[in-house]
């Protein structure tokens, strides 16, 4: 299993940016899947999750409102919309796969990581 993250770059402050996730493996649709960031010095944190069909999502307090998780499993992705773009969401951006049966937003409860893609927010 390989993710691979794109879509990061420099936005101004209010700006917007869609990241996303291209899945290359077995059988993507049954992965719970997740976004997960880690500003310099701090830990990495939760961001969003999705389950296998879409129907179900969750936020970090910090995004709802503002960031929309989605995913096309027939084209093996997840997208991460970010609106209204704050200095605080800058960060590396990373996607994960749970096996999971239920939305996870513990990074410990994945099993399969993205390289990363860098998101920076200047003020």
């Known amino acids: 299993v390989q993710l691979q993250a794109s879509g990061g770059g420099l936005v101004q402050a209010g700006n917007s940016l869609r990241l996303s996730c291209a899945y290359s493996?077995?059988?993507?649709?049954?992965?719970?899947m997740g976004w997960f960031r880690q500003a310099p010095g701090k830990e990495r944190e939760f961001v969003s999750t999705i389950n296998w069909s879409g129907s179900s999502t969750d936020y970090a307090d910090s995004v709802k409102g503002r960031f929309t998780i989605s995913r096309d499993n027939a084209k093996r992705s997840v997208y991460l919309q970010m609106n209204s773009l704050k200095s605080e969401d800058t960060a590396v951006y990373y996607c994960?796969?749970?096996?999971?049966?239920?939305?996870?937003?513990?990074?410990?409860?994945?099993?399969?990581w993205g390289q990363g893609t860098k998101v920076t927010v200047s003020s």
């Open positions: 994960a796969a749970s096996r999971s049966d239920v939305l996870q937003v513990v990074s410990s409860n994945y099993n399969y």
């Open positions: 493996g077995r059988t993507f649709s049954v992965y719970v």
